[in-house]
């Protein structure tokens, strides 16, 4: 049996060999080295302002010919890099001259970036907006993660002696060019959605890129500097962790909404390619969308019509059993192939317009026919409040009145005639003068010639007391 004390030792032998092949400190320059390579890189003057703007150019021409290497070009010319690691470095050595200093480079970098990519875009020939545009207006925690670890792997690389070619790789994973060059095509086409959204991506790269080039810094236990404040760098860190955490909760929340609606986009597919399958009928056309939390689907329908009634609630019923409850389902229908066919565009497009009239029309007739049920309603709401006082006052003997109009129907013949009805509560009674005098008096106020009253109809649903003050 092997000893306790040997496996013990065999065990600490493995971990010391598996640490060592993370230990960088054999690897590192000294701190004087790193640092003065950060802090030449923090600057935005002369030669850098010019290669900087030159990079938004490329940029911006990239995305807005929808050029991926272009891109990929500018991100490698770009020098954004530098101050943004700088900043990292001086919270890390609270070394506040160097965080105002690199807080002011970079923000230079921001607005001259900004003006550079509107001024292109404001002159670019091509205005409408690329998917790598429309790609730089969503971030979410995806984005996060790459700044983080490409902002380690960064500064462990300007750390190291063995840099190999880090740096180019960290500048096309993390992306700060293109975001800015989107926000300035949000000012340029004075789109808010673009401007944000991209900025927002940007700001989220940005502060991973720092924390992570703190925590660098921290781990590679690096010097302070001699003049510290320590109240002053409590406070700034508390500052930068703080919207660390604010920027890492709202990116969750993108994401979150990105995820549940790319989860419905799969699933609506998914239902109107296996569920909407009809012999003689076939989609032609789907737009599938979400606007706020409400899920739209909307199918064109080609070939034989169906009835829509019936249609309409069997796919409805479909939604429920897979999950898409709640969502609007819209059907358009009305187009047939057999009938399409020989004829030309134009002959198709009045066809076309014409059954949309159709539809149009058939949608207005309803809601005419809608309005007028409501204005009868709320007539003979208006009148009946209104008449209840003086009814009150002119016959006594009635403690509770209701009118109506309704619709009677024979069962022999099928014909039917609108009646207008006055229900009468009068416990005592009513002579025939009252009641001749009541019925006068209702059909001058409804103007109406022919009013119908019920006495003391048995088992009308009078408001009672008790159900009056609920």
């Known amino acids: 049996m092997i000893p306790k004390s040997t496996v013990k030792e065999g065990l600490v032998k493995f971990r010391d060999e598996i640490v060592s092949y993370f230990n960088v400190a054999e690897d590192l320059e000294p701190q004087l080295d790193i640092e003065q390579s950060i802090r030449s890189g923090v600057s935005f003057k002369g030669s850098q302002l010019l290669v900087l703007i030159f990079a938004i150019f490329i ?27 700088g900043m990292g470095l001086a919270i890390g050595i609270e ?54 670890f490409g902002g380690a792997a960064g500064i462990v690389s300007i750390a ?12 096309i994973a993390t992306s ?16 808010s959605h673009f401007f944000f959204g991209a900025l927002y991506l940007f700001f989220t790269n940005m502060i991973f890129i720092l924390f992570a ?13 001699v003049y510290q404040d320590t109240r002053r760098s409590h406070r700034v860190q508390m500052i930068v962790y703080s919207v660390v955490f604010v920027t890492i909760g709202f990116s969750c929340y993108l994401t979150y909404e990105m995820i549940r609606k790319n989860i419905f986009m799969t699933e609506a597919t998914s239902f109107v390619e296996n569920e909407m399958v009809f012999p003689n009928t076939q989609v032609l056309n789907q737009k599938i969308y979400m606007n706020g939390n409400q899920r739209h689907i909307d ?32 059907i358009k229908q009305g187009f047939s192939i057999s009938e399409n066919r020989g004829r030309s565009d134009e002959e198709n497009f009045g066809q076309f317009y014409s059954v949309m009239q ?49 619709v009677a129907t024979s069962l022999t013949n099928s014909q039917a005639d609108t009646i207008n009805m006055v229900f009468v509560n009068a416990p005592k009674g009513m002579s025939a003068g009252d009641k001749e005098k009541l019925i006068s008096y209702v059909k001058i106020r409804l103007k109406e010639n022919k009013v119908h009253l019920t006495l003391n109809p048995s088992d009308f649903p009078w408001p009672s007391v008790s159900s009056v003050k609920k």
């Open 358 to 406: 159709k539809e149009v029309a058939d949608r207005q007739e309803k809601i005419d026919s809608l309005k007028d049920l409501l204005k009868d309603y709320s007539y003979f709401n208006r009148e009946l409040t209104m008449i209840a006082p003086e009814v009150k006052a002119l016959f006594p003997s009635i403690k509770d009145i209701a009118m109506s109009r309704m």
């Open 95 to 148: 070394d506040f001259s160097l965080l105002k200093r690199s807080l002011k480079n970079i923000v230079m970098a921001i607005i001259g970036s900004l003006l550079a990519s509107a001024i292109y875009f404001m002159i670019s020939p091509q205005y409408e907006g690329s998917s790598q545009l429309l790609a730089r207006t969503s971030p979410s925690i995806y984005d996060v993660f790459v700044a983080l």
């Open 176 to 191: 700060l060019m293109p975001p800015l060059c989107t926000a300035g095509y949000g000012i340029a086409t004075l789109q």
């Open 213 to 225: 080039s703190l925590i660098g810094v921290k781990l590679m236990n690096f010097k302070k500097v």
């Open 59 to 85: 940029a911006s021409l990239g995305l807005n010919t929808d050029s991926i290497p272009v891109i990929i070009g500018a991100m490698l010319i770009s020098p954004l890099m530098g101050p943004i690691i």
């Open 160 to 171: 190291c002696k063995n840099k190999g070619q880090v740096m180019p790789g960290v500048a």
């Open 299 to 330: 199918v064109t329908l080609i070939g034989q019509a169906l009835p829509k009634d019936s249609l309409q609630l069997a796919m409805m019923t479909k939604l429920d059993s897979v999950g898409l409850g709640g969502t609007i389902l819209n």
